[in-house]
């Protein structure tokens, strides 16, 4: 069965590095999508992507981040400059009309 | 905006109970709706959905009826097995949008 994957599934970064989160959609699905939960909270929505552009973004999504999908499998999400708050599980998820989507194992970013 | 409301955890059963959880909405004209659910140490599984007034989704034993009069979309299985002991999480999708809002998470443990 077709399945999203993330790597890595953890990354360890110092305050003010730069991290890029990698994702490998499913390979039909058109719609591609970033969430996070930070420890103990809910899991929040950041960004969808369609047609090779952001389709929309939430508050939290602010110029500190970009995504990119730059060939045709690969799905990234970059962090400029990260927070100690920047601390959570990211999730990629996919899907081929923007209903159902499918999400990845999650990676695990902890910012010291 | 868009929310979730799901009952409280942690939920702790015994095998071949009887396992509700509760799960209600706010949403302007008409959701998706959708149960997912999160094993230990693995991402987020589409567990069922439903995208109109009293569909039922039903998957592995669990259902869910989208009821618009009580907005609400409450999971249940009739026997549960310890392999379900995971985290739930029920979730909208607006009828104009694709991003997912979730609730909080109930963590459902069932001992043999």
């Known amino acids: 069965e077709p399945e999203v994957t993330q790597t890595p599934s953890h990354q360890v970064t110092q305050m003010g590095q730069e991290v890029i989160l990698r994702c490998v959609p499913i390979?039909?699905?058109?719609?591609f999508y970033w969430y996070r939960q930070i420890l103990g909270q809910k899991v929040e929505f950041l960004v969808s992507?369609?047609?090779?552009?952001?389709?929309?973004k939430s508050e939290i999504f602010d110029d500190q981040f970009s995504v990119e999908r730059p060939d045709g499998s690969n799905f990234t999400l970059k962090i400029r400059s990260t927070k100690l708050e920047d601390s959570a599980m990211y999730f990629c998820?996919?899907?081929?009309?923007?209903?159902?989507?499918?999400f990845g194992p999650g990676t695990r970013l902890t910012v010291t | 905006g868009d929310s979730v409301t799901q009952m409280e955890g942690p939920v702790t059963l015994s095998e071949e109970a009887f396992l509700t959880i509760n799960c209600t909405y706010t949403?302007?004209?008409?959701?998706?709706l959708f149960w997912y659910v999160q094993y230990p140490g693995e991402g987020l599984q589409l567990l069922l959905k439903?995208?109109?007034?009293?569909d039922k989704g039903s998957n592995k034993g669990f259902e869910a009826t989208y009821r618009k009069e009580t907005t609400s979309f409450h999971l249940e299985k009739g026997s549960v097995q310890v392999s379900d002991s995971a985290v739930y999480f029920c979730?909208?999708?607006?009828?104009?949008?694709?991003?997912?809002?979730f609730g909080a998470g109930t963590t459902v443990t069932v001992r043999a």
């Open positions: 998820a996919s899907s081929f009309r923007g209903n159902e989507q499918y």
């Open positions: 390979s039909n699905h058109l719609y």
């Open positions: 992507f369609y047609n090779n552009e952001i389709s929309e």
């Open positions: 949403a302007t004209g008409y959701p998706s």
């Open positions: 439903a995208t109109k007034a009293d």
């Open positions: 979730a909208l999708s607006a009828s104009n949008d694709y991003k997912l809002s």
